[in-house]
């Protein structure tokens, strides 16, 4: 697996990028100091997945996980940050990005979060369970999402199930043996329920759920 990494503190970008060499098939291909270095330098090599920081110069990473959505939406996306507030990383998960990682976590935990993407395409983790739990308690008590939305769309109960899984970090071969369907129908059923909410990606299609109440914060 190709990686980038985008971190404006040089000495922790070269430590991370030590690290995650270190880590079995996987390579670290580019390195830059902020977005907009980045995104001069992304069609220079093939990359399969970017390490991207929430707090940077130039272009900081809510505008580079936009632009990589809109212009690379191939590219898989881990937000690395010591920016753990509810409201970015509630921003920065419904502007598509496929998992987050805190700077604080435990090194080790870093290459079974770049495994879980690279296998199910998307990270959940304890980190993120946690903080999109509390992010989104802080939003309804905030009276900026309701339980009553124009948009509403109906979702199965095949497509419930799924995605109540999918929260769990399950892949579509561990989903498809507890739901006793094939993998290849757990895929097809996902790609109907980012498509039926338009969402970016199934993490994108859980915060819808949850939003709605299709299903509750203890599911994650």
């Known amino acids: 697996m190709r990686i980038a990494i ?55 990473g809510f505008q580079t996980c936009k632009v990589l959505r809109e212009e690379y939406p191939d590219m898989f996306i881990l937000i690395i940050s010591q920016l753990t507030t509810k409201e970015s990383v509630h921003k920065v998960m419904e502007l598509g990005a496929h998992g987050f990682f805190t700077k604080n976590s435990d090194p080790n935990q870093l290459e079974q979060a770049i495994n879980s993407i690279k296998e199910k395409g998307y990270y959940f983790g304890n980190e993120l369970g946690t903080v999109l739990r509390e992010a989104l308690l802080w939003e309804k008590k905030a009276n900026q999402s309701t339980t009553h939305y124009e948009d509403a769309i109906q979702l199965t109960s095949r497509e419930i199930e799924i995605i109540k899984l999918a929260s769990r970090e399950l892949s579509s071969k561990e989903m498809g043996k507890i739901l006793n369907i094939a993998s290849t129908t757990v895929d097809t059923h996902r790609k109907h329920i980012i498509g039926k909410t338009n969402s970016k990606n199934i993490v994108g299609a859980v915060i819808y759920a949850l939003k709605r109440n299709l299903i509750q914060l203890d599911d994650i």
């Open 6 to 60: 985008v971190d404006d503190h040089q000495l922790f970008r070269k430590s991370l990028a030590h690290l995650v060499d270190s880590f079995q098939d996987v390579d670290v291909v580019l390195q830059a100091g902020n977005g907009k270095e980045f995104l001069e330098q992304i069609d220079s090599v093939p990359i399969d997945l970017v390490l991207l920081d929430i707090q940077m110069p130039e272009l900081d």
